[in-house]
């Protein structure tokens, strides 16, 4: 038996964004509290959508407080700011970080505490009221924050979650077009952070039939065409396809989870700022380089959804084919494929895997069990840069 849970409505494809129109009549709202990512709002990428509001004179409060791996305080601030509004809708608008905020404010701005109270980690606050609706618009193909009820946050020394159904979208609108003035980095960085959730929803323990086809669906257009999406950004078609794959991977992940990349990857980003795809995007070849005998048939599978040639090897041979190629991948798009090249040293590994292992909830989802010693390896082998084979040799 499954449960398989998403937002209501999900427009996507280009063009997609002027559905806006009908939202607002539908829900026949007076007042719009914007949340927008400031780079975004500079790019004009907000513009249309003011001209939306603007027909239906819809008062609008615009906030650009959006930062990348929000912190508490930047939750609260915001959430300070819808209280002391009379809106009756939240509006998000850029990467996963902005799409992360808008979920929050909705639901904390009818909601008391502060941010913290409501973490997976401490859950000292239930929420009692379902907050304000919310529309999610993303502007990179790869959080899948517009389809998933999770928002993240930084502390001190890694990353922790608000996750529940009530931060789940409204209505997602998932136009590639708001995606065509993404630079080269983000582009990478956001799409390997997709196909990242493709892979682990895809070996997650808590897969199910219809995460598997969505995840393996995912990860074939993103490994298709995230190449043509970062070096050809004005690739209509490579952005439409990483749009498509985004959302399909966040809806697999969303029902499946993510597991040991994520946990792994939240303190790189928590002690060493390192942005979330990013850190993700360094992890990814050398944690299902350590993994992938637990989840053999699973790596045929991802072999067949990349287009690999599997005839004549053996599974053994097809999984390190792939593993091999996610560090190729990773480096093809322009991104770190060390932790040397972050600046981190050998004596940080320890602190790194001691706040790793704080993960449970994402590494109980991994098919091998990771223990001190295992995530410590992981962490070894992405600082030298060097993949390691089951048997232990580079
Ligand atoms: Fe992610």
Redesign the pocket.
């Known amino acids: 038996m499954a449960h398989f849970i998403s937002p209501k409505n999900i427009y996507h494809g280009a063009g997609s964004l002027k559905h806006l129109n009908e939202i607002i009549k539908d829900l026949q709202v007076k007042s719009v509290f914007l949340l927008v990512d400031p780079m975004i709002k500079e790019l004009g990428v907000i513009d249309s959508i003011l001209v939306q509001l603007d027909k239906y004179h819809i008062k609008v409060e615009i906030s650009t407080d959006v930062v990348p791996e929000p912190t508490l305080y930047i939750g609260d601030q915001i959430v300070d700011k819808v209280r002391k509004t009379e809106v009756e809708l939240v509006i998000g608008v850029g990467g996963g970080s902005a799409l992360d905020l808008a979920k929050v404010a909705a639901v904390l701005g009818k909601n008391e505490g502060k941010v913290e109270d409501y973490l997976n980690l401490k859950k000292k606050k239930r929420f009692t009221n379902k907050g304000l609706p919310k529309v999610l618009i993303p502007t990179t193909s790869g959080?899948g924050s517009e389809v998933t009820d999770i928002a993240v946050f930084s502390l001190e020394n890694t990353k922790d979650v608000i996750t529940h159904e009530n931060l789940l979208a409204d209505y997602a609108i998932v136009d590639p077009e708001l995606t065509y003035t993404l630079p080269p980095k983000i582009t990478a960085a956001s799409g390997i952070?997709a196909l990242?959730?493709a892979i682990e929803a895809y070996t997650s323990v808590h897969s199910t039939a219809l995460t598997d086809t969505l995840a393996l669906d995912a990860m074939g257009r993103i490994y298709k065409h995230i190449r043509n999406a970062v070096w050809n950004s004005h690739d209509k078609e490579a952005r439409e396809q990483m749009a498509l794959g985004s959302l399909i991977a966040g809806l697999s992940f969303y029902n499946a989870g993510?597991a040991g990349v994520?946990g792994l990857a939240y303190p790189l980003g928590g002690l060493f700022k390192i942005p979330?795809g990013e850190s993700?995007a360094v992890l990814l070849p050398y944690v299902y380089g350590h993994i992938w005998s637990s989840c053999l048939a699973k790596m045929t599978n991802i072999a067949k959804a990349f287009n690999l040639p599997i005839d004549g090897k053996s599974d053994q041979e097809i999984a390190m084919d792939v593993v091999q190629r996610l560090q190729d991948l990773v480096r093809e798009v322009g991104l770190p494929t060390s932790l040397k090249e972050y600046d981190i040293h050998l004596d940080d590994i320890m602190i790194l895997a001691e706040n790793g292992m704080k993960q449970t909830r994402l590494l109980n989802r991994s098919p091998k069990p990771l223990d001190i010693k295992d995530i410590q390896e992981i962490y070894t082998s992405a600082y030298k840069g060097q993949l390691v084979n089951d048997d232990g040799k580079e």
């Open positions: 959080t952070d990242t959730h993510v994520h979330h993700n």
